[in-house]
């Protein structure tokens, strides 16, 4: 007998849920080691927990979900490549001219500020 696509389906997702519990429980031991072994050498302890991180990740990238995960992070690498980043002339031009404008928008608004108090009392009679 073929078993149907849900029930394939659903062995699928009992399997992506085991490899996900078993990805968290190692996430979880790991950081109370980290701290029930705290007089060990710090170095120590933080090799400890990025090794049993990256078993976790490991474990998490072979379900369904890690691998959209991964697709989308190489999808994403491959795009960042293909960005024509600015020249260093280009980026030193860019910062003065944002520079300049908030400067400039600075000074505006503060001029502004100072005709309007001026305008405010002279409407309510506080000064000339």
């Known amino acids: 007998m073929n078993p149907s696509k ?5 062995e699928t997702g009992r399997y992506d849920t085991l490899l996900w519990s078993v990805a968290v429980v190692i996430v979880v031991a ?3 080691a980290f701290y029930w ?3 060990a050498l710090l170095a120590v ?3 400890g927990l990025l090794a049993a991180v990256a078993v976790a990740v490991a474990i998490a990238a072979r379900t369904r979900l890690g691998a959209e995960v991964l697709g989308y992070l190489r999808d994403s690498r491959v ?3 293909k960005v024509v980043w600015p020249t260093r002339q280009e980026t030193l031009q860019t910062t003065l001219a944002v520079f300049l404008m908030v400067t400039v928008m600075g000074i505006f608004l503060w001029l ?3 005709l309007l108090l001026w305008g405010v009392r002279v409407l309510t009679g506080q000064g000339a």
Do not use: G, I
Request: net charge negative; charged share 35%; aromatic share 4%.
């Open 30 to 32: 790991a950081m109370v």
């Open 45 to 47: 302890r933080v090799v």
């Open 37 to 39: 072994f705290a007089e």
């Open 112 to 114: 502004l500020d100072m």
């Open 6 to 10: 849900s029930e394939a389906e659903t």
């Open 79 to 81: 795009e960042l490549r």
